[in-house]
């Protein structure tokens, strides 16, 4: 079925209006010669075939809400989104909308986001967020970007943390392609156990940026504040990719003097979705605003006196600076940033430490089972937060290949970006997990020990 | 006597979430822990954590009043020319939210999540054949950002082949901000290729500009006029007779479903906008998802990783779907695997559900649509390039002998219930108005938009202060730019003050 | 958790207010032997408990897509329902507002019924609509009120054929338990073959109502003119019970000079959900409306010159008449009605003759090849709707459990309400069903009839 | 020279959908037919289908619309007395839509049921435990169908002991119009019987109407003045020494949640309203859900069929629940068990999601906020029985020496934004306005609500007109009823006329 509401007749009398004689008379600058190819698709569905079709192909699924258990973070994390969010983002004002180029008639979204700017410069003790990037991993990649336009390209150093999330350094690197960026500090295969005073001895008056993830990719728990420190007195900007749960409970990077904080919020009320659509988070500075990529939303008022919000800064996006633009993005992740404002307004702070301390307490209660299997031991101490690295005594991928067979995903086999981690899973807990699930995973792992 | 500048809080049309916050609310509370506590560490905790608190009725109020202020695709004609803004189906909204997608993790085994896989696959399938493009990467989160892995691939493609001279982008005038800043990321030159009279590229500049140092040419077809170029297949002969590659951008595919495929016009690779095309909402600025089709030369370095089968199936066997990287990929444009559950399944019903009669009456529709409204208000409004459009038009907003400008016309549309169209792009009109109707509009609608703007043309000049205050039936007016510019106040709350009282 | 958002500081001062000392102050009338029991009740749920706990329920019963393929309809039927029924149902402002008693700030919800009763009324054939009853039976039982209020009481009899949906037949007799009424004519051990012939000469000079169903109980598609004329000619009001979806397709009791139509309208746009909500319908002709029960909805203007809708003739109801009323009824269907208004606005004219056609051809084509099978027969013949009655010749509970081995609910065992059906099946056939879930039903049954 | 009038046609805010209808437009297609076409059955086919054509886009922005000129719990306060519009939660929209609950069918065999049904068997068992009673019915629809359900099996107990001599139903002057008219249902008298000065039931009155004619009485408490009768074990009692039955209004259980069970004070019988007390949303109207509770002699002539355990279960095997019949049943009260998704489902989860705490909470924080109303409102409004109340009040709306009149004053919150309390009920108080807050709003809400209804007392005396024409502020002005009564256009389609074009 299509949604086109033009009968044959209307059809008609709109061609007569138009001087042409059909529909295909409108399309005569396509060449002649690849006009109106043949498309080999299969026919149109009706809705109800369409929905009877991708509800098979959603079961052919195994998911994590009745299926399976989980204890995959590593980027994405199975918390529970109150009702209430969803409820929100079906407004079709809401979803329908375009960005909000008109303030009269979006004030809706514009509160929203000056709400979620406001929520998440308070969540990461900054002074300013943008309306958001794609996700973490490229908000990471604008932070680089950011302090290589606050440089105007005389300094060309990236200082990363190995324990920075795989896939965000991968992303950094792709980003900074055509930059002649230089990135150092960040081998897979160097010591994971030195922590961030490594990388203080890497950083240099070339350096631009320092980029360290909190907690970590391994869920260490590191206070940053001496390397930012050390990059402040090399003039150099400091980044930390947060995870906004763990926020919740811990010190803000803020306090830690932080100039750039980023970070997926996929966690703070958004599914899992298969890993997208979420959201990345980007604060910082005031002093660094017109650096700053991605969309801003000012308070002020219309001609009626009352206060409202438009779309401010402008001049830093493509559209009016093309090539020079603070960066291309255009579309964003509006609806997420919603949802986001949302899921933090109904837990409020009583509620987001409710989840952190949750995460915290089942995941040092896994953490202490499983060190206690035979053969097995955690390889990284406290503190962490919701996740940890177990070693376990053999290859990971053959434990979780056994864990499946029990229903459960066991965790993120780490060998896949450190070589030297072959036999150890990054386990994630949150909320979502009871004792009894983690009581499963603990016998079955001790059975895999057996074996 | 010193001068003294009262200031006049503004009226609050509905406060904060921060302001409505109140000590001890909660809209959700968790449950107790069911595990022994571990200590905390202490020297590691925040200090404060200064959300509001409300309760869920205060959230839900709150937002939903907050929806009331905006209009939407929902709420009537959203006529803005670029962004596709079609109806977007509802069967979508579900489909998209099946447990068996919102809830899977993106690292489960491949074993685990056969449906997702099974799903991304054919979506690459069906985009190739619509496109002509023999290979699909889904991972780009929008339009900018499948150009800007279109961009890398173009600058990996000449690398590898040991071209490192290739430094710039041709982009027409009339291009897409996106386009030029782009390419900018990348460090490319910018060379900017003018429009001639009937709105194409301009094939002696395009000529002119062509050489060993071009990377290639960006190039929205139809391009931001909504105009095709009536020599496309020239433009993309020059380019590719200097070395230069020609990406297209897809923003407006919309006009070219099963009319034509621009793999087959000469475009090596392209971006589609699953969020215009594909009717994925817009949400208020995003999520998108804007998949890179490329030609066979170029697969090599789409980014990593693709779908694929990695085990074929048999009489009895479904095919195991798995994820591959290409052999000389540019490596990860985000974390995962893409806009899976907003873009890529809303995509996929809605394609499922047009097949390709259905996807060929979209684009013919959008086309008569636009081309409807552009003959019914060529006598009001001048419109530069006068020839049959394709989904999309530009007229001039502005009369002579008024002094009124197309942000005035924008504005005034609101009044009558319409959203305006884009305006002041492209930029190469003056006063720019552009019109894209697109395909899920009736013929009912598109008149009583045309006798709008008709009306608003007469009152342009006999009552041009109408036009000059719009809007005036809205619950907000024209908003003071240069104060919140000058001010920025870009939240409500600062790390000095706590919770802020405004 | 609760709902709550009173602080124990705000209630202090609130009870300072009110001159009371503590909550329990407040409660000093209750009769304190009996003041503040302890309830013995589960501890409170928080909301994501609930979520799971909920789920748990829901996924313990096998429902009718993906778990079991129907067959069964019998009054309840499994009809697709477009998406956008539901998402006009989700908007807060219809579904959180009570019944229009202030119109100025409720014609959402009264244009919407005023639709709806137009709608209904164009589907029937009829000239009123109320604005719904509880469902089809209660709207039958309501028929039978009306009627006993045109007479005032001087005609006490009501004719009913056997073939009225026997859960419809028991709520009139549970109806009119106080009122003095004679039911006859549905015997349901009588000559089930007869037709409505058999019911013309039961009508006499006190007959207040005859009361049919169409199609009938078995499915069966009767012309009704000639009874009803019968019935008018005895001076007798004629009521249709009637499945909307026939009406896409079928000649309406309207043209068969009805009185009343009533029937369910959850084959318009409303889930099954175990039975319920549902909604009654009830239609009528205009020169009854001052006798009609439940509320109705009537154009009129503000006094700004807008067109606007409002409750009118409320005098009719309980608020008003108390004891005199037509009717007790207050609380209706009015979200479900909203539903209905959707469901038929998006089917339109073309899409519920399409759904009307599938479900006649498809069980046309599941009882010819049912019929075929060795042993089984139709029991009734042509022409019938969606629904048809098989002769298994055997216990049909013991047929409907092997059916069940496959998965399949095989159809209403009619012996239930009809002592001499013991070995027939009520099966019900709608658009859901695909040609492959019919030959999957026609080759379990096959192999049932060899065992 | 004639008169005549010229009919000015009124303004269409919003056209209705046969308005809108187009030929050849559609919502949504269905799939052609997988089977081969059997003959129709052409006499008996209908000659036309008058409905409205329109597409997808048309019918959401036209209910979207709708929408908006709706004010519901979500928009804001709405302290309707009555009719406990408290907030309901999110979830409970959710778990009522879980594919298990929506698309199983009433009749399935019950072994592929035992959710549904362990959920009604749960519900009633935790129904029973909140009021006392030891034997519910979940099946009636609404509060309206539990008063005839429960005046059924009074009078069906009372001639199961041979006394059909007993016709009058007793009930108090402020009783809600369903009592009367439940009771008018089954043939029987009402007897009205007065209030006393502080709002109780008339001892004396109560005790001179009764005698062996007395099926019972109905009586609401706390009742819709909102107070709880200080007299309550007299009043049942006394009815209880003639020989009737005391039949308990429960739309007001919402002050009574684990403060005191109604059967304990004497009630024999009771309905509950699901959609009040246990934050079922009113929907516009409906659905609700009118579960009744009676005590054990009452049992047997419960409707059929209920929930019960029919096999016990074991260690390791759970019960089997299914229907049973009571044995002096009257029957059924309608088609299937009741409004079992939406209304027992939702029902059900916000019971569990407050537990017995949460639910004295409920009722104290209910009551707390009527008081504080009323301490804060009785300066400016008279409140004729001014007691300690219960979840709600009754104020008058009238002032001396203004002929503002409790509707003004309604109408005058409008322009406010808040929703009118109920007005001119109970019917023994002049210009009521009954004012029930619920104990989900915060202080902030009923301060601003106070301040409102004080400002327009002020406004009363001060500038009457303003509320004489309130609202002003509103999408709607004040209804020309007398036109729709006599007028009476009740649809917009009319045989004679197809579909008519207004
Ligand atoms: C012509 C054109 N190109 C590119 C883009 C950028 O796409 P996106 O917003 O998805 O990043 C747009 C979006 O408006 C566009 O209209
Ligand atoms: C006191 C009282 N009794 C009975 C009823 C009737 O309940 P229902 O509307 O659910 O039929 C109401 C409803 O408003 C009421 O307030």
């Not at chain 2, 596709?84 to 068996?100: A, F, Q, S, V, W």
């Not at chain 2, 809830?103 to 799903?119: R, W």
């Not at chain 2, 000389?328 to 974390?335: D, F, L, P, V």
């Amino acid at each position: 079925m299509t949604y086109i509401p033009i009968s044959a007749r209307e059809r008609d009398a709109m061609l007569a209006t138009i001087g042409a004689k059909s529909l295909d008379d409108l399309f005569r600058d396509v060449p002649a010669a690849h006009r109106f190819p043949k498309l080999d698709l299969p026919p149109a569905l009706t809705e109800m075939e369409a929905a009877a079709e991708l509800q098979d192909i959603a079961l052919s699924n195994e998911h994590t809400r009745g299926d399976l258990i989980s204890f995959l973070g590593a980027g994405s994390y199975n918390h529970y989104v109150p009702a209430a969010v969803d409820h929100v983002l079906r407004r079709g004002e809401f979803y329908t909308a375009y960005t909000p180029y008109q303030p009269e008639i979006s004030q809706g979204t514009l509160q929203a986001i000056f709400e979620y700017q406001s929520l998440m410069a308070a969540l990461t003790g900054m002074e300013v967020s943008n309306a958001s990037h794609y996700d973490g991993a490229t908000a990471a990649a604008e932070a680089v970007n950011m302090a290589f336009a606050q440089y105007r390209g005389k300094r060309r150093k990236v200082v990363i943390s190995p324990s920075v999330h795989p896939q965000y350094r991968a992303v950094v690197r792709t980003y900074i392609q055509g930059m002649g960026v230089e990135i150092v500090g960040d081998d897979p295969q160097g010591d994971l156990d030195a922590g961030p005073d490594a990388l203080e001895s890497l950083i240099d008056d070339q350096t631009m940026l320092v980029l360290v993830q909190y907690p970590d990719f391994f869920g260490r728990v590191f206070d940053y504040t001496k390397v930012i420190a050390a990059a402040h007195s090399k003039g150099a900007l400091a980044c930390v990719i947060t995870n906004p749960t763990a926020l919740g409970l811990l010190k803000t990077p803020g306090e830690m003097d932080a100039d750039i904080v980023v970070g997926d919020g996929q966690p703070l009320g958004i599914p899992m979705w298969f890993g997208g659509p979420t959201l990345g988070y980007f604060t910082t500075r005031k002093s660094y605003v017109h650096k700053m990529a991605g969309r801003l939303v000012g308070e002020t008022i219309d001609n009626r006196g009352q206060r409202a919000y438009v779309l401010t800064l402008t001049a830093r996006e493509q559209h009016i600076k093309r090539e020079r633009a603070t960066s291309n993005i255009c579309t964003n992740q509006g609806l997420l940033a919603l949802a986001s404002a949302v899921y933090l307004s109904l837990l409020g702070q009583k509620g987001l430490r409710q989840v952190a301390e949750l995460c915290y307490h089942k995941a040092h209660y896994a953490a202490q089972k499983l060190a206690a299997i035979p053969g097995m031991k955690l390889c990284f101490g406290d503190p962490f937060f919701h996740e940890f690295t177990l070693c376990l005594g053999r290859p990971a991928a053959e434990v979780n290949a056994h864990l499946l067979e029990h229903g459960i995903l066991g965790g993120y086999e780490l060998g896949q970006d450190y070589p030297g981690l072959k036999e150890h899973l990054l386990i994630a807990v949150t909320e979502m997990n009871t004792k009894e699930e983690i009581d499963t995973l603990v016998d079955a792992l001790s059975e895999a020990s057996h074996d | 006597m010193t001068e003294t500048t009262v200031a006049v809080s503004p009226k609050i049309v509905e406060p904060t979430i921060f302001d409505l916050s109140s000590t001890g609310r909660t809209g959700v509370t968790f449950p107790e822990p069911d595990v022994p506590l571990a200590k905390l560490p202490t020297s590691l905790l925040r200090k404060d954590l200064p959300l509001p608190e409300l309760a869920e009725v205060d959230v839900i109020r709150h937002y939903t009043r907050l929806s009331t202020f905006n209009y939407g695709v929902d709420s009537g004609f959203y006529p803005l020319g670029s962004c596709t803004m079609k109806y977007n189906p509802k069967i979508n909204e579900d489909t998209c939210r099946l447990p068996g997608f919102l809830f899977t993790h993106p690292l489960q085994p491949v074993e685990t999540v056969q449906g997702n896989l099974a799903l991304m696959y054919q979506l690459q399938e069906w985009l190739q054949e619509i496109s002509g493009f023999p290979a699909i990467t889904l991972q780009p989160a929008a339009g900018a950002h499948g150009e800007f892995t279109g961009v890398l691939i173009m600058r990996a493609y000449h690398r590898a082949r040991g071209d490192a001279k290739r430094i710039k982008m041709l982009i027409p005038d009339s291009a897409h901000g996106t386009n030029p800043a782009s390419a900018g990321m990348t460090g490319l030159q910018i060379v900017q290729i003018p429009s001639d009279a009937r709105g194409n590229v301009d094939l002696e500049a395009l000529k002119a500009a062509c050489d060993d140092t071009v990377l290639g040419m960006m190039l929205t077809n139809p391009n931001t006029l909504g105009l095709f170029d009536e020599h496309i297949l020239d433009v993309t002969k020059i380019v590719h007779d200097c070395g230069g590659l020609m990406y297209g951008d897809g923003a407006n595919l919309n006009a070219l479903l099963g009319i034509v495929r621009p793999a087959e016009l000469g475009f090596d690779i392209m971006h589609f906008n699953l969020h215009k095309t594909f009717a994925v909402p817009h949400g208020g600025g995003g999520p998108g998802s804007g998949p890179v089709g490329v030609a066979a030369h170029l697969a090599d370095f789409l980014p990593a990783p693709l779908v694929d089968i990695v085990e074929e199936g048999s009489d009895d066997t479904p095919p195991l779907f798995g994820f591959v990287t290409p052999k000389q990929s540019i490596g990860r444009m985000k974390a995962f695997h893409g806009h899976f559950g907003g873009g890529m399944v809303r995509a996929f019903t809605y394609i499922a559900m047009h097949g390709p009669d259905g996807l060929k009456d979209i684009s013919q529709y959008a086309v008569l649509n636009a081309n409807y409204l552009m003959a019914r208000l060529r006598k009001a409004y001048h419109v530069p390039f006068d020839r049959t459009c394709m989904h999309e038009f530009v007229a001039e907003g502005r009369f002579e002998g008024s002094d009124v400008r197309a942000l005035d016309v924008a504005k005034r549309l609101m009044d009558y219930g319409f959203h305006p169209p884009t305006n002041y792009f492209p930029l190469i009109v003056h006063e720019a108005l552009m019109i894209e109707p697109t395909e899920t509009e009736n013929k009912d609608t598109l008149d009583a938009f045309v006798d709008a703007l008709l009306k608003i043309a007469e009152e342009a000049k006999s009552q041009p202060s109408l036009l000059h205050d719009a809007p005036l039936t809205t619950k907000f007016g024209r908003m003071d730019e240069v104060k919140a510019a000058r001010e920025l106040v870009l939240c409500c709350w600062l790390p000095e003050n706590g919770i802020a009282d405004i």
